[in-house]
Structures are given as C-alpha cells and as structure tokens.
C-alpha cells in the first residue's frame, strides 16, 4: 500500500503554520486530526489504530531508532506512521514521552485481570529442586529456555511492586544495607517429636 507522504495530510500543513513541527512532534490518530488522550502524564493509544507522528527528520530518525522496523514507516520527510497491532505495553518514545498501549480487544480491568493469571500460573512453578509446586510437572534436567524463561519469570516476580514484600528483592537488600552484619542461617537439630513446634514436608520425609 503507499501512504500518502506528510505534506499531503493537512494536519502537518496547519502543525508547520503554527510552528509546531521545528519544535515537537505532534501525535495524532491516522486519518484524523485527533490527539490521543493523555492521562498520569503518559498518552493511551489504542494499539489496533494506525497513529501518526509528525515533527523535524532528526527527532523522526531518534523515534524510528526505538522502535522495530516492522511498526513504523517513513511518510515522506516529516511524518512516521506506527501500526502498532498486537502491541501493549508501555513505549518511551524519545520527543513524545511515555506512550501507554492498550488493546480494543479487551477492557483495561480484564487485561490486568489476564497479566495477573498468567504471573500467578508462572509463579507457581517450581524454581529449584527443592521447592514445591502448586501445577504438576516432571523432574528432569530441562532445556535451557526454560530455565531462561523461568529466571525470567522469578525476576520480574521479586521486582514487581505488586509481590509480597517478603517475596521482593529491594525491600531485601534494604534490610541488608540497614543491618549489613545480619546473618540468616537455617540450622538442623535433631528432637523429639513431642518437641516439634514446626513440622515441613522435608522434616516428614527425614
């Protein structure tokens, strides 16, 4: 398909009137000279949407640098198109800011509803020999892209603001920083059972 390049759409015409274009680069919806809404600082835009980016060729060339080449292009010297389908997520485009990318497909409420099944059923698995998993699976050495996968996976779970704060890594390290000769060591003794005050699933099976 051609697109029609940047000074055949009169929105660049009236943006380079106003003298916006030497400045900034403008966003707006293809087609249309709307301008995505923009909320907390970032602009939602609905990824199924073609929307344009109009502006000086140098800042075009630094967005186009972030981007994957499959998504965007160039409509004569002054216009970027993104057709960002299938994407969601969140971009920091250099010249526009944060740009928030949701999908028509779903309510925002039911899309963070399937991110959190999909982190609760990943989170279940099992990351060491020794720990228990709530879904089935096999023992055995798995192939290495699941065991990138899985590291993944751990990562973002203990980097994730949502975690527990037992489970999240900075709230660790800062308990480090603040007692740097605190030491956690986990001893075995043998008891009588009569003595028990925890009972684990390694303490039935010793």
Not at 61 to 71: F, H
Not at 96 to 123: C, M, N, S, Y
Not at 160 to 170: F, I, K
Request: hydrophobic share 40%; aromatic share 6%.
């Amino acid at each position: 398909m051609i697109l029609p390049s940047a000074g055949d759409r009169p929105r660049a015409e009236g943006a380079a009137e106003r003298g916006e274009m030497g400045s900034r680069l403008i966003l707006t919806e293809w087609g249309s000279e709307e301008t995505p809404p923009r909320r907390d600082g970032r602009w939602h835009l609905q990824s199924e949407r073609r929307w344009v980016v109009e502006g000086p060729r140098a800042m075009l060339a630094d967005v186009e640098a972030v981007l994957p080449r499959s998504i965007c292009t160039r409509t004569g010297h002054g216009a970027l198109v993104l057709n960002l389908v299938n994407s969601v997520g969140v971009l920091d485009l250099p010249g526009v800011g944060p740009v928030e990318l949701h999908t028509g497909k779903l309510e925002e409420a039911g899309f963070e509803a399937l991110l959190a099944d999909l982190i609760r059923l990943a989170t279940s698995l099992p990351f060491s020999a020794g720990d228990p998993g709530s879904s089935p699976y096999a023992s055995g050495p798995p192939p290495r892209d699941e065991v990138l996968y899985h590291a993944f996976v751990y990562l973002r779970h203990i980097l994730s603001d949502g975690a527990p704060a037992e489970e999240r890594l900075l709230p660790a390290l800062e308990l480090i920083q603040r007692a740097p000769h605190r030491r956690w060591r986990t001893e075995w003794r043998d008891v009588p059972v009569d003595a028990l005050t925890r009972v684990d699933s390694r303490t039935l099976l010793d």
